[in-house]
């Protein structure tokens, strides 16, 4: 993760931090680090390279291949929706990701034998979310989704 300046928190910026989802993907990120680098970091210095202005997207090409970082930045995300999935219901919901070199794919979640999330994935070498509260909105969306998929089919997700 780079140490880019991350301008200071705002009340938004707070609100959207303490949401369950957003709180659930700092508690992943802040389990990969081993060394110890990231513990004096807030929330928001952490997540600051999952937010990318308009701006910042327009700079990056139409076409291009999705570097790691972006890479480990999609799967943390994806892997957090996975947990929240789990912390909501039980039921562990674990991303498997197919993705192409050029930054297109598919991901999906299930929950037993029920594929409780399927979602296409494009121009992930621009992914990121303009604000904190996009980044919030996005994952509990996400994570909403699937358990209304789980409520409707219970037997099927339990089997």
Do not use: N
Request: proline content about 5%; hydrophobic content about 45%.
């Amino acid at each position: 993760m780079s140490d880019a300046a991350v301008s200071p928190a705002v009340p938004e910026d707070e609100a959207a931090l303490a949401t369950p989802f957003v709180k659930c993907l700092v508690r992943l990120i802040r389990a990969q680090d081993c060394h110890g680098s990231w513990e004096g970091k807030r929330d928001a210095e952490l997540l600051g390279d999952f937010i990318i202005t308009k701006e910042q997207r327009r700079a990056i090409p139409i076409i291009g291949d999705p570097d790691p970082d972006v890479l480990w930045r999609l799967d943390k995300f994806y892997a957090a929706v996975g947990l929240a999935i789990e912390e909501r219901c039980g039921l562990m919901a674990s991303p498997m990701m197919e993705m192409s070199h050029e930054g297109f794919g598919r991901v999906l979640f299930t929950a037993g034998r029920l594929v409780v999330l399927s979602k296409t994935l494009r121009d992930v070498h621009r992914f990121g979310f303009e604000t904190f509260w996009k980044l919030a909105a996005a994952g509990t969306k996400l994570v909403g989704d699937a358990i209304a998929a789980i409520d409707a089919y219970p037997e099927v997700a339990r089997a």
